[in-house]
């Protein structure tokens, strides 16, 4: 089995973390049997070079809504996809609002760089997209953003849920039901909510429902940051009794020490 691993390129979200890079905006790189980046925010082409991760490697350019702190470094990673635009190759997964632009945002990459791919593929809520050694679900978000989504992964080694923005809402945490690992965008800590995003004990009622193995927290903002993302990991894992860790700016977690099920069928069975 390949040996999946995410990289967190960042692990701040929100406007004042991105301002002030406090915890960096790179996104997350998943690495082994598929190359993706999610959410490339401020810096993260920058930081992928620093770690040494070769941008140009990445198959899969995953975006889940049109603020900066996650597609800002879209079209370099275009760029560095295709080999600055001589050679069309990979895939853009973005809703309409990143790749048409909406009533609150403008289209967020260009033309010029959409026809670089190999592929674009809008990311509509339900829809299920095969790519060569994935599978990824769009599942729902509220956020500013109305075209905002959350993703399910299902990868050689785990299925990995991805929150996004979003504030909660009934239904959230469900929709990631049966994941082993679960990302969590919370910009804020416990007793601090806001409209649009999750707090602390927003993740307590997620988790709840989803019930994954491990979850791991990141999009982090400056209160966030303030309040110390640590302790508010070991809160939520005293209230849910789900394993759960706060990301850093460059850990690299190894997936398949957090799948779930021993004998879950190979990834295989919806490829072929
Ligand atoms: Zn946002």
Redesign the pocket.
């Known amino acids: 089995m390949t040996a999946d691993q995410l990289i967190f390129l960042g692990t701040g979200g929100g406007r004042f973390s991105m301002i002030t890079q406090k915890r960096r905006t790179g996104g997350i790189r998943l690495i082994g049997s598929s190359n993706i980046q999610i959410d490339p925010g401020p810096g993260s082409i920058a930081y992928s070079h620093q770690l040494n991760i070769d941008p140009s490697k990445v198959d899969s350019l995953l975006i889940s ?1 049109c ?1 900066p ?2 597609d800002n470094d879209a079209e370099i990673y275009i760029e560095a996809m295709t080999n600055g635009g001589t050679k069309k190759r990979g895939t853009l997964i973005a809703p309409k609002g990143v790749i048409e632009g909406n009533d609150i945002c403008e289209v967020r990459i260009s033309n010029y760089h959409k026809n670089q791919l190999a592929k674009v593929i809008k990311a509509e809520i339900g829809k299920t997209i095969i790519l060569e050694n994935a599978k990824i679900e769009v599942v729902n978000a509220k ?3 109305p075209d905002t989504v959350g993703y399910k992964l299902s990868l050689e080694s785990i299925d990995l849920g991805y929150t996004s ?1 979003t504030e909660y809402f009934s239904g959230l945490g469900s929709q990631f039901k049966g994941v082993d690992t679960l990302l969590v965008c919370v910009l804020r800590p416990r007793d601090v909510p806001i409209k649009g995003h999750l707090c602390t004990n927003d993740v307590i009622k997620i988790l709840d429902e989803a019930k994954p193995k491990l979850c791991i927290l990141t999009g982090f903002g400056i209160r966030m940051i303030y309040a110390n993302p640590d302790r508010e990991a070991k809160f939520i894992e005293q209230a849910s009794k789900i394993k759960t860790i706060a990301a850093r700016d460059n850990m690299v977690l190894k997936l398949v020490e957090y799948k779930t099920q021993d004998n879950r069928d190979s990834l295989s069975r919806f490829l072929n």
């Open positions: 809504h603020h702190d996650h956020h500013q953003d923005d």
